[in-house]
Nanobody
Framework: QVQLVESGGGLVQAGGSLRLSCAAS????????MGWYRQVPGKQRELVAT???????NYADSVKGRFTISSDNAKSTVFLQMNSLKPEDTAVYYC?????????????WGQGIQVTVSS
């Protein structure tokens, strides 16, 4: 079993910055990929950014140039640096890990952390 603990959310004014962190603990052989997703009430959860164990990244068009995903594989931690925040970035942000066990891959989600951007 793997537990994900997120931190760094909160309230910020438009144009400001926040840095989210998500640390994984538990038993697994390796991390295949990590990512951040977000969800607002009444809408589906959407991808924000992902990063593979090799460092390849992928971003939603809406955050390109403003958000940066990075990871510390040794500490099983993924980060999301969010700059130039906009009110439309307000959402609950969830981290996601895809890890490899002894035989299979498993997917885990964090509990979610609120990010609120005021205009």
């Amino acid at each position: 079993q793997v537990q994900l603990v997120e931190s760094g959310g909160g309230l910020v004014q438009a144009g400001g910055s926040l840095r989210l962190s998500c640390a994984a603990s538990g038993s697994f052989f390796s991390i295949n990929a990590m990512g951040w997703y977000r969800q607002v009430p009444g809408k589906q959860r959407e991808l924000v950014a992902t990063i593979t164990s090799g460092g390849s990244t992928n971003y939603a068009d809406s955050v390109k140039g403003r958000f940066t995903i990075s990871s510390d594989n040794a500490k099983s931690t993924v980060f999301l640096q969010m700059n130039s925040l906009k009110p439309e970035d307000t959402a609950v942000y969830y981290c996601n890990f895809i890890v490899r066990g002894s035989m299979y891959k498993y997917e885990y989600w964090g509990q979610g952390i609120q990010v609120t951007v005021s205009s």
